[in-house]
């Protein structure tokens, strides 16, 4: 069509009208404000003035034709309109008389028209043909770059993942009710078995690749779609399936393991009781050998002796029961036994009692429930025998001839399940963060009213300050997981006390850091975050309970201090307390140097920067409160006190130097990592990030460095101003850093994210 040939003082006003035309609901105080600018528009000629305001008459409204013709005539002009510009409309339309005419000032009488109307590019950015600049996030790093960073040898097989997960049956949707949510969910494991990844950390001798490394990457990647199908993807795989395979011999291999990954055979781990939470060598079920039937009997003997939140206990088939060896009267302390506990039909065997959990807050789609053993028969054979076996004539017999070695030798087998679901807390973070950060780049609010358009939310300091250190976190421990994992998967490494350590620590520190950033993020979306169809509130109840799976943090976090203060060499338990204080003995008086003012009170950026500090700052905590807490301990025992109680009376001590240590070691994997970075773009990138973790988590820590004496208030007032510049720096890059997790677009669904 062609466009009519306007006057300047006409086509200054085209954009205006064909915006407040556009919802066919011309108010009468509209025409009163633009009627007055327009008499007070002096650069106007009478004709102009008769065009424009015959154009304001509610009775007689512009023709289609016209409309049209006002829209071909802003679209031919090929000009971008700019969200970030002071007054968008008037000055697009400025832009558009100096497409025209050489003669184009600025005319504030528009500038009057779009502040009094309140008119903002999002409410008319859906009319123009022409392209928007939003200018929300720039280009310069390349997210598919950085994701690729991230997935590292995985990348082949994460990416076979994503395109699985493609399927219509993993779309996201909403499920109120358990039953057709856990059906739901049910259907999911069983398409992921048949495309192989049930069995992926198998050999291949039972349909698998042996590949730990890829099948924790995918259990992240599996939060993306659904936290439910995660745990019980993990339950009946990594759980029964893995009990199996690093408890059991070939003969369970070869008789279970094919099925299992194929999930024919649904099974269940059967570990935590109801009054012994995460005392495992506490739990009462018993497993007594029978030596005239050749048989194990597996009883719960007290009320509260039951199995409590077995994942999949409602549809599994067998479980791999927990309990305590019985032997010609003598107890050999905790081993894992396969029970089946329904037969084909799925009716309850003889002696089994389940009872369903019901709703929770979270995880729905999981079946969750207790059970009771009544002098339950399986046979000798069922015995999980790797590391405790009864022989035919039966006698027990172990290769480790000391309990406790031998309890947490077991345990420590079972270590992967906590590397993955502190992958999976991860994952929890990141999505929400994904979901809360492309919320941030197109939700806005509040403006300084002289600027028409109203300010994002991520472009508000308080709010990068909110999200963009948890963002450099996910890199950091996204990092850090992937480096345990291949380092606990080396089958070179025969020694796994310091990996359990490192896990113990590291799945604490990480869970507790992804329910932190999921409610940031729920509060950082306003109400919104609160709606169910933006995702953020089911992972709020989904990931909140990975602060007890695999173990309750706080006792993990003891364990992980308990293995520094023994250089990895005691055995966790009350036995091995002397052998720590033996141990601890030659450096206990071990004398700290004496931190140099110069050095307390140094703020340049150069060294506030520098990796070497933030390491010499992690490492000096780490130490210092080793150091305190065994002098503590050592005390106390001086006194007369237990070495037991020696150690309840440091507790609080002892979290401090777990999580100290576990962030140590999550900042100097990243570093080690970042530094073989090739491109050095990215590399540079990567290094901000890890300076915004650092720096961070020592201003969250400024308190006990001031009581050190490690750095001045100075110090302290500059790491927490860096901490807030360096949010600013990346602000630019956040869409793009988010993009880079990875997270498949039909993951993200949440309209707030759209």
Not at 129 to 157: C, H, M, P, R, W
Not at 202 to 223: H, L, P, W
């Amino acid at each position: 069509m062609k466009t009519q040939n306007y006057t300047p003082g006409i086509l200054q006003y085209i954009p205006f009208f064909y915006v407040i035309w556009s919802d066919d609901l011309l108010s009468y105080s509209e025409i009163s404000v633009v009627t007055k600018a327009l008499a007070k528009d002096a650069t106007l000629t009478k004709e102009d003035f008769a065009y424009l305001r015959a154009c304001l008459d509610k009775k007689n409204p512009p023709a289609n034709d016209t409309l049209k013709d006002w829209k071909n005539t802003i679209a031919n002009a090929n000009i971008k309109l700019v969200e970030s510009d002071t007054y968008p409309l008037a000055s697009f339309s400025q832009k558009m008389i100096c497409h025209h005419f050489e003669d184009c000032p600025f005319n504030p009488h528009l500038k009057d028209i779009e502040i009094n109307l309140g008119i903002q590019p999002n409410h008319y950015n859906h009319l123009f043909e022409i392209e928007i600049v939003k200018e929300t996030t720039a280009d310069f790093y390349d997210a598919t770059a950085i994701d690729t960073l991230l997935k590292g040898t995985e990348t082949a097989v994460i990416d076979a993942f994503r395109e699985t997960v493609k399927h219509p049956l993993f779309k996201w949707q909403i499920k109120r009710t358990k039953e057709d949510f856990r059906a739901h969910v049910l259907e999911q494991v069983n398409y992921l078995a048949t495309k192989g990844y049930g069995a992926m950390a198998f050999s291949d001798v039972y349909g698998g690749t042996e590949n730990m490394n890829g099948y924790a990457a995918i259990f992240e990647n599996m939060m993306y779609v659904d936290g439910s199908l995660t745990i019980k993807f993990g339950v009946q795989f990594g759980l029964f399936g893995g009990s199996i395979q690093k408890l059991g011999t070939k003969k369970h291999h070869d008789q279970y393991l094919l099925e299992t990954g194929k999930a024919n055979i649904l099974g269940c781990f059967a570990m935590t009781e109801t009054g012994h939470g995460s005392n495992v060598r506490g739990i009462k079920t018993t497993a007594t050998f029978d030596a005239e039937t050749d048989s194990l009997i597996i009883h719960t003997p007290g009320k509260n002796d039951n199995k409590e939140y077995i994942g999949n206990a409602l549809d599994s088939k067998m479980a791999s029961v927990f309990a305590q060896l019985i032997v010609a009267g003598k107890n050999h302390g905790v081993h894992a036994i396969l029970v089946n506990i329904r037969d084909k039909n799925h009716n309850l065997m003889p002696g089994v009692v389940i009872e369903d959990n019901g709703y929770k807050l979270g995880l729905n789609g999981v079946d969750n429930g207790k059970i009771w053993f009544h002098q339950v028969r399986v046979p000798r054979e069922n015995l999980l025998n790797k590391y405790g076996d009864i022989t035919k004539d039966g006698h027990y017999f172990s290769k480790i001839e000391n309990p406790s070695k031998r309890f947490f030798t077991m345990l420590g087998t079972l270590v992967g399940g906590r590397i993955c679901v502190a992958r999976a807390g991860l994952g929890g973070a990141k999505k929400a963060l994904a979901i809360a950060v492309k919320h941030a780049l197109k939700r806005r609010q509040f403006n300084d009213s002289i600027k028409i358009q109203e300010d994002l939310l991520m472009d508000y300091p308080s709010h990068q300050l909110r999200l963009t250190p948890a963002v450099a976190a996910c890199f950091v421990y996204d990092v850090t997981l992937t480096h345990v994992m291949k380092v606990y998967s080396d089958k070179n490494t025969t020694d796994k006390r310091k990996i359990e350590t490192q896990v113990a620590g590291l799945k604490s520190i990480i869970t507790w850091f992804a329910n932190d950033t999921i409610q940031e993020c729920r509060e950082a979306c306003g109400g919104k975050g609160y709606l169910i169809e933006n995702q953020i509130a089911d992972l709020k109840g989904d990931v909140d309970i990975f602060t007890t799976f695999e173990g309750d943090n706080h006792v993990l976090l003891q364990l992980a201090a308990k293995g520094v203060l023994s250089d990895f060499k005691s055995e966790f338990n009350s036995a091995g307390f002397t052998a720590v204080l033996k141990l601890l003995g030659n450096r206990i008086n071990d004398k700290f140097n004496t931190i140099n003012p110069i050095y307390t009170n140094n703020v340049d950026k150069e060294h506030l920067y520098n990796a070497n500090f933030h390491k010499h700052a992690f490492n000096y905590r780490t130490r210092r409160l080793t150091y305190t807490v065994a002098k503590r301990i050592r005390d106390y025992v001086k006194k007369g006190v237990p070495a037991y109680q020696a150690f309840l009376k440091v507790q609080t001590h002892l979290l401090a130097l777990g999580k100290a240590y576990s962030i140590e070691l999550a900042y100097t994997t990243f570093v080690d990592f970042t530094a073989t970075i090739q491109d050095e773009k990215n590399k540079q990138l990567f290094e901000k990030l890890g300076t915004l973790y650092a720096l961070n988590e020592i201003k969250e820590d400024a308190s006990w460095y001031l009581e050190q004496g490690y750095i001045g208030s100075t110090k302290s007032k500059a790491i927490r101003k860096r901490v807030e510049r360096l949010s600013t720096e990346l602000r630019p890059h956040i869409g793009v850093l988010v993009d880079g997790f990875g997270i498949l677009k039909h993951c993200l669904e949440a309209p707030i994210a759209n």
